[in-house]
């Protein structure tokens, strides 16, 4: 029984490491405040993905994105003044909940962009999963744009509009509350997934 359990944890783990996050990636959070826009960096993503490269050559072509998760520490927002983070953290509760998840339900390929060679050609899909912050958890959808860069690259764009009123979180405020960031902020992303040669 323990050998195969051992099997099939090792054939999950194979499934999750087909392709890796590149350091190429990057996320961004947008938002406002009663005096100026404001942005901060995702400096750490922990994120694994299922993709099946066949999907697309099929003649009812099909997304290739299988299953997605993306876990993001709420201390590696970055926005670049010490004082803002932390108003960012107690905000997300960052104590209680640690991370902010993404976990996709589904994904559908929305457009096939015929443009350049199959490894280069660009392509939408629509993709639908819970957003976990603060520990309450929603669920969304957003499109997000694709491409194969090359052979063993998939890269992967979007952004989605999330208003911190449904997670029960309060925008951050300074100077006694004079000073309060608007409700809702847009997180941006680009990421890379290679495939990994281990």
């Known amino acids: 029984t ?5 099997f099939l944890a090792s054939g999950a783990l ?40 066949s999907a697309l050559d099929t003649e009812t072509k099909q997304s290739p994105v299988t299953t997605f998760s993306l876990a993001v520490p709420v201390e590696s927002i970055e926005s670049g003044k010490g004082g803002m983070n932390k108003k960012i953290y107690k905000a997300l509760k960052e104590e209680d909940h640690p991370q902010i998840r993404f976990d996709l339900k589904t994904t559908e390929l929305a457009s096939n962009a015929q443009s350049g060679s199959s490894n280069q050609g660009e392509f939408q899909l629509m993709a639908t999963g819970d957003i976990t912050i603060a520990g309450v958890t929603r669920e969304v959808s957003f499109p997000v744009v694709a491409s194969t860069p090359n052979s063993s690259t998939y890269q992967f764009t979007g952004s989605y509009e999330i208003n911190m009123k449904d997670y029960d979180v ?18 941006n992303f680009d990421v890379y997934f290679a495939k990994n040669n281990i």
């Open 2 to 6: 323990l050998l195969g359990l051992l």
């Open 14 to 53: 194979a499934q999750t490491t087909d392709y890796v996050l590149t350091d190429q990636s990057t996320m961004t959070i947008a938002g406002t405040s009663t005096i100026h826009d404001w942005e901060a960096d995702v400096e750490e993503m922990q994120a694994s993905i299922g993709l099946d490269a």
């Open 170 to 187: 309060d925008p951050p405020s300074a100077v006694f509350g004079t000073i309060k960031s608007g409700e809702k902020v847009t997180v």
